[in-house]
């Protein structure tokens, strides 16, 4: 009986209910047949360790729904009246020649694996630097509650209960036109507005109305992979423009192309913003070309550097963007609740080819997201997310330039969850992955996000939708390690880097006290730090300064020491210092750490 009922009182469900789980399985399973009486509450609640008032409200719950009949005097019996007879099935079926041929049936249907490349259990991982997984800390929970249980009232089951045919909630749908699309600049009637299983879903009605093996699809690369498939599936002939630091390279979308798919507000996976400037750019281009434009507005809400670009939707006159958007991104991915905004005509035919597929997507979760919208909660949580992942942002910005500051190169972006990660030319991000995997780092290797044939090994990914700010530095400082040990083992030996002219002694204090250096973060902000010749330094970070701090600086026999008030953890911190004509080389241990220019002022 024990080994049956395994609880666990610190789960995510009561003791009771787990309870009547395992009976419930019990029973369905024959291990208490039909008409057997059941243990004693006293004594199952002896065997199992728990109040025996537990056993007593988990036997009348299942009297009440019909597992269990109480007998009088007697005790409490497994009700016989809740089985049919099952199905036999026939015997002596011989299988082993029958087999029908699948294997060649599906050879011509090639799917690449969708899985994440990082394990399921990714919650154990002390520092799992991933993205787009669920991390329950984010999660509104009591408003989502409340909303579910206001969906729950007898006036709003009877609105969501019954089948809408191919309608959607009316409510979610005036919310959306009314308040989540205006804030991306986007106006758009009720009958422009498809509610969608996710953002996957909208793609995926998008290539079964229009992509074909006439139709050219122009795509991000690297970009991302669902989309990629979906053409592929779909014979569609692929076309595949680079990412620039600004978005995708306008200028190299062929004339001939149909549809041109972007994720603009954060590039997937390089998290690059898309300008302005691209923005009406793309938008021109596809009136002259006539093209159609596939918008991806994956993370817009994630914009907590500075102000958010329009969407390319609001941009459109013509009816030629078709923009797709998700709650999953932002709330929890298994919601799985996304919206279509195009052309009535379009959504029309998305809706029939909808009711195809899977109707509509629940009405009862339709309702809890326009209530959740309604009551000004998914504002609150946009507030409250934004707020927590741009302080993880910030820490993983600091400690990429706290200790990676030379490895890596990251893309312009107005913020999100990611940093795009250019490391050495020696590196290969798979086998990378797998040893920081050992020592309980988990970062993203890009090579899935390629669909040409160049798949450049040296790029990985950095989220920080799933891990805690407090344990962002340390992760960051046991990947550089890691990092160096990597470089150390793989490249092959060089001649010694002349790095210019070492300074000590005199003319060590002499440069120090008059010197500005003048550099790049890596995220490719500028940088200036003013030295003194009273030991104080001030430095500048930003295209107006916007961040600065204060510090010290000293020597120490031929090693140069600094110490910020805040930058850098306000860690003391010794180097070598090197000059080669206007170039400042710093080193450590005869490791190059950093290199800026520098100015000498009087």
């Known amino acids: 009986m024990q080994h049956l009922f395994v609880l666990d009182a610190s789960g995510s ?31 199952l609640a002896e065997q199992l360790g728990i109040a025996r008032n537990t056993v007593v409200h988990a036997y009348q719950q299942l009297i009440d729904e019909g597992y269990l009949l109480s007998r009088e005097r007697s005790g409490i019996y497994v009700n016989d009246l809740q089985f049919e007879q099952p199905a036999v099935p026939a015997q002596n079926t011989d299988t082993s020649t029958s087999q029908y041929p699948w294997d060649k049936m599906l050879s011509e249907l090639r799917l690449e694996s969708s899985l994440p490349p990082y394990p399921h259990n990714w919650q154990q991982y002390p520092f799992p630097f991933i993205d787009g997984q669920f991390d329950p800390s984010l999660f509104p929970v009591n408003q989502w509650r409340e ?13 969501w209960a019954s089948d809408s045919g191919q309608h959607d909630d009316q409510l979610l749908t ?81 004339a001939h192309a149909d549809l041109v798919y972007v994720t603009p507000s954060h590039q997937m996976p390089t998290a690059v913003t ?88 629940p009405a009862n979760n339709q309702r809890i997201m326009g209530l959740f919208l309604s009551l000004g909660y998914y504002d609150q949580t946009m507030r409250r997310l934004n707020q ?21 190169v990251t893309s312009r972006t107005v913020g ?51 891990i805690p700010t407090p344990k962002i530095r340390e992760g960051i400082s046991q990947l550089a390690k890691l990092m160096h040990q990597w470089q150390q083992h793989s490249e092959e030996p060089q001649s010694p880097v002349d790095y210019g002219k070492r300074l000590r002694g005199e003319a060590l204090r002499q440069f120090a006290g008059k010197c500005e250096f003048i550099g790049r973060t890596v995220f ?28 010290k600086w000293w020597l120490d026999g031929d090693i140069w020491y600094r110490q910020w008030q805040q930058w850098s953890y306000a860690e003391v911190l010794g180097f070598e210092l090197y000059i080669s004509k206007n170039q400042i080389n710093w080193l450590r241990n005869g490791q190059l750490v950093d290199s800026a220019f520098f100015a000498l002022h009087p």
Not at 18 to 43: D, E, N
Not at 147 to 159: A, F, H, P, R, T
Not at 348 to 361: D, F, G, M, N, V
Not at 538 to 548: I, N, T
Request: charged share 20%.
């Open 274 to 361: 898309m300008s302005l400037e691209k923005r009406e750019a793309l938008i021109a281009r596809a009136e002259q070309d006539n093209f159609l434009i596939i918008e991806d507005d994956y993370e817009c809400e994630s914009n907590f550097i500075s102000q958010p670009h329009p969407a390319v939707k609001s941009l459109d006159r013509c009816g030629r963007v078709l923009y797709v958007s998700s709650f999953s991104k932002v709330l929890a991915p298994g919601l799985r609740l996304g919206f279509m905004v195009a052309p009535a005509p379009l959504i029309r035919k998305a809706r029939q080819l909808r009711t195809l597929i899977s109707r509509h997507p």
């Open 13 to 43: 469900t009561n003791l009771q209910q787990q309870l009547m789980q395992k009976l419930i399985s019990a029973i369905v399973s024959g291990y208490f047949a039909a008409g057997s009486k059941m243990p004693s509450s006293r004594k």
């Open 416 to 466: 999100g969850s990611t940093c795009w990660i250019q490391g050495p030319d020696t590196l290969n991000s798979q086998r990378f992955a797998a040893e920081a995997a050992k020592t309980g780092i988990l970062i993203e290797p890009v090579n899935r996000f390629y669909g040409g044939k160049a798949k450049p090994s040296h790029y990985f990914r950095l989220g920080v939708s799933s």
């Open 147 to 159: 909303c579910s249980k206001l969906s729950l009232n007898v006036g709003e089951i009877k609105s």
């Open 174 to 254: 005036e919310e959306i036109r009314t308040k989540v699309l205006p804030r991306r600049g986007i106006f758009a009637a009720a009958d422009e507005i498809l509610i969608t299983l996710g953002s996957q879903q909208a793609l995926y009605l998008i290539s079964k109305l229009l992509l074909n093996n006439q139709t050219l699809l122009a795509i991000e690369e690297p970009g991302y992979q669902g989309m990629r498939q979906l053409a592929q599936l779909a014979y569609a002939p692929l076309h595949y423009v680079d990412v620039e630091e600004d978005g995708i390279a306008v200028a190299n979308i062929p």
């Open 524 to 551: 490719g902000d500028p940088y200036r730090i003013k030295l003194a010749a009273d030991g104080s330094m001030q430095g500048f970070e930003g295209y107006h300064d916007e961040k600065q701090d204060t510090g």
């Open 388 to 408: 927590e992942i741009a302080q993880r942002w910030q820490q993983m910005r600091e400690a990429l330039n706290h200790y990676l500051s030379t490895a890596i």
